[in-house]
C-alpha cells in the first residue's frame, strides 16, 4: 500500500513526458511545414532567374524592339483626347442614358461612322474620329449619404428598422447617383462639344420622360398656387387677430394683457400663425429649389469642354504598352520550348 502512490506519481510523469514530446513534434512539423513552403518558393523564383538568364538575349530583344515599335507608333498614330460632361437624369431617364451612351459606344467600336454621324448629327469624318464614349458614376460619400436620407424619408417606419447604411452601400450601383460622368476619346479634340446636343436630346424626345416632366410641372404649379394662397389667408388671419386685440383693448378694464387661446389653451395664435406662414415661405423656397432642378428632363452639371484634353499615362503609351506585349508573348514561346524539352526528356526517362 506504501508504494501505491510513487507508482501513481511516476505514471503521471510518464504521461506529462509523452505530452510534451507530442506537442514538440507538432512543432517541430509545423515548422517543417512552413521552411518547405519557403524552399518551393525560392526553388520556383532560382529557376525563373535560370530561365531568364537562359534566354536573356531573346528577352531583351523583345523589350528592344517594342520600345522603338511603340516609340515609331506613338509618332505615327493621331494623338487621342478626351472630353468629359457631367449631367444629373431627372424623371428616372438614367437607364436611357446609359443605354444610349453603349450604343454610341458600340457604333464606335464597330467603326460604323455612317450610323454614328446620324446618330450625333456630326460628319461622318468626325464620326470616324470617335474611338470610345462611356459613362460612369460620379458621387462620393457625402452624396451617398444624402442619397440614403432621400431613399428612407420614403419608406414606412417598420421598413426603416430593416434597413441601414451599409446594406444600402452594398446595393448601390452607379444607376442610383445623382450625377454622372459622360466621357468621349476622339482624335478630333473638337468633336465632343458638337455631339453633346445630340446626345442631350436623345434623351428629351422619349415622350415618356416628356409626360413624366410635364406632370412634374403642373404638380409643382399647384403646389405653389396652393402655398401662396395659404399666405394669402394667413396674412388674412393675422389681420383679424390685430382688430380682434384692438377692439379687446378698448373695452373698459381689460389691460393689455389678451388672452387668445381657445377653451383655456395658453397657445398664442397669432405667433403660431408666424410660424406657419415661415414653414410656408420654405415650403415655397424648397419647391423653387426642386422646380430649378426638374426644369430639364437632364441637366448638364459641366458641359463638354470646347477643345479635349490630351490622352496621357503609361497605359496610353505604346511605348509602354508594346514591350510589354512582346515580353509576354516572348516568355509564352520559351516556356512552351521549354515545357516540349521536359515532356520529351521525361518519356525518354
Known amino acids: ?16 513526458g509523452q505530452l510534451f514530446q507530442m506537442i514538440g513534434r507538432g ?20 529557376l525563373f ?20 515599335g511603340g516609340y515609331v507608333l506613338d509618332k505615327i498614330l493621331p494623338e487621342k483626347y478626351i472630353s468629359k460632361m457631367v449631367v444629373e437624369p431627372n424623371f428616372n431617364s438614367v437607364q436611357q442614358l446609359y443605354n444610349n451612351i453603349a450604343f454610341y459606344n458600340d457604333l ?25 464614349v462611356f459613362a460612369d458614376s460620379y458621387s462620393d460619400e457625402n452624396q451617398k449619404i444624402k442619397l440614403f436620407d432621400e431613399f428612407v424619408r420614403e419608406l414606412d417606419t417598420t421598413t426603416i428598422k430593416t434597413i441601414d447604411f451599409e446594406n444600402y452601400l452594398k446595393n448601390f450601383n452607379s444607376l442610383d447617383a445623382r450625377f ?8 478630333d479634340n473638337r468633336v465632343a462639344k458638337k455631339t453633346q446636343p445630340a446626345i442631350l436630346g436623345s434623351i428629351s424626345v422619349n415622350g415618356y420622360f416628356k409626360l413624366q416632366k ?25 389681420k383679424l387677430y390685430k382688430t380682434v386685440m384692438v377692439k379687446e383693448a378698448d373695452k373698459p378694464m381689460q389691460g393689455t ?21 415661415d414653414v410656408l415661405k420654405q415650403r415655397l423656397v424648397d419647391l423653387n429649389r426642386e422646380r430649378a432642378n426638374k426644369s430639364s428632363i437632364i441637366n448638364v452639371i459641366s458641359d463638354f469642354p470646347t477643345r479635349g484634353v490630351e490622352l496621357k499615362g503609361v497605359w496610353n503609351s505604346y511605348k509602354f504598352i508594346l514591350p510589354l506585349v512582346l515580353l509576354g ?14 515532356l520529351k526528356t521525361y518519356n525518354k526517362a
Open 329 to 342: 508573348l516572348v516568355i509564352f514561346v520559351l516556356a512552351l520550348l521549354e515545357l516540349n524539352n521536359y
Open 49 to 68: 532567374l535560370l530561365f531568364i538568364q537562359k534566354n536573356i538575349i531573346v528577352i531583351g530583344s523583345a523589350l528592344i524592339l517594342g520600345g522603338i
Open 1 to 16: 500500500m506504501a508504494d501505491q502512490p510513487i507508482q501513481q506519481g511516476s505514471s503521471d510523469e510518464v504521461d506529462l
Open 108 to 132: 464606335a467600336e464597330a467603326q460604323d461612322s455612317v450610323a454614328l454621324a446620324t446618330a450625333l448629327n456630326i460628319t461622318e469624318h468626325e464620326a470616324a474620329s470617335i474611338k470610345e
Open 257 to 277: 394683457n389678451i388672452n387668445l387661446a381657445d377653451n383655456g389653451e395658453s397657445q398664442n395664435k397669432e405667433l403660431a400663425l408666424i410660424q406657419e406662414r
Open 214 to 238: 410635364r406632370i412634374n410641372d403642373e404638380n409643382l404649379a399647384l403646389q405653389d398656387s396652393i402655398y401662396r394662397q395659404q399666405l394669402v389667408e394667413i396674412d388674412s388671419l393675422q
Open 27 to 46: 512543432f517541430q512539423k509545423f515548422f517543417n511545414f512552413i521552411g518547405n513552403i519557403f524552399k518551393g518558393i525560392f526553388h520556383v523564383l532560382i
Open 180 to 187: 454622372h460622368q459622360i466621357s468621349l476619346i476622339s482624335t
